[in-house]
């Protein structure tokens, strides 16, 4: 379902099953996958990829060369950036084109939330199943699972698949939620095994 409304370039691919809003812009070489939520007001960078299930909430920005995967959720108002060192003139006072700078995109890993009007920086990566406050402001990488919030945004803890903050047992962290036990690994969190679960 695509809105009368919406903009989606001729040159951008739209997967299956997804829906979007009025006033939507989908770039052109964008790449959105299958079963996904484009709402009101989002937009969506040149060659942007963005995986299945995924939900870029009203007026969300994703500048490219952003990408996205599976299960990503962008709340409304969130902006992933791509220039570090933005201006809009060179040192001489001419207007800068898209040919004058490198931009830099956001990864973001599998399964994690970016929320409301919070800002990331061009060239970070957020973890799987990581969340990112409403109103953080992102100058560094986040890790798998990571709960980062504030302006600079900092890690505080730790969040399951379930969304719900881990609570720490010893040496892992336990999801109140679901029941799932986590260890930590150089990327941050993983989820363990059943038998790894059952051993504990």
């Known amino acids: 379902m695509i809105s009368e409304l919406a903009e989606v370039d001729a040159g951008a691919v739209v997967g299956m099953g997804c829906k979007v809003w009025q006033l939507a812009q989908i770039r052109e070489d964008a790449v959105v996958g299958h079963s ?21 909430q009203n007026f969300a920005l994703v500048y490219e060369p952003a990408v996205l995967g599976d299960g990503v959720f962008v709340g409304p108002g969130a902006i992933l950036t791509n220039d570090r060192n933005p201006r ?37 990566s957020i973890g799987e199943w990581a969340m990112v406050g409403a109103g953080a402001v992102v100058v560094h990488d986040v890790p798998d699972h990571g709960l980062a919030v504030g302006n600079p945004a900092r890690l505080i803890g730790w969040v399951g698949r379930s969304g719900k903050r881990l609570r720490a047992d010893g040496k892992q962290w336990i999801c109140p939620a679901t029941g799932e036990t986590y260890d930590r690994t150089d990327r941050g969190l993983r989820l363990c095994d059943a038998g790894e679960v059952a051993d504990q």
């Open 36 to 56: 996904c939520v484009i709402g009101r007001g989002a937009y969506v960078g040149a060659g942007v990829r963005i995986g299945d299930n995924v939900k870029l």
């Open 88 to 124: 809009s003139t060179d040192p001489v006072g001419r207007l800068k084109s898209g040919g004058d700078w490198n931009a830099e995109g956001v990864v973001v890993a599998a399964g994690a939330s970016i929320g409301a009007g919070a800002v990331v920086l061009g060239g970070i």
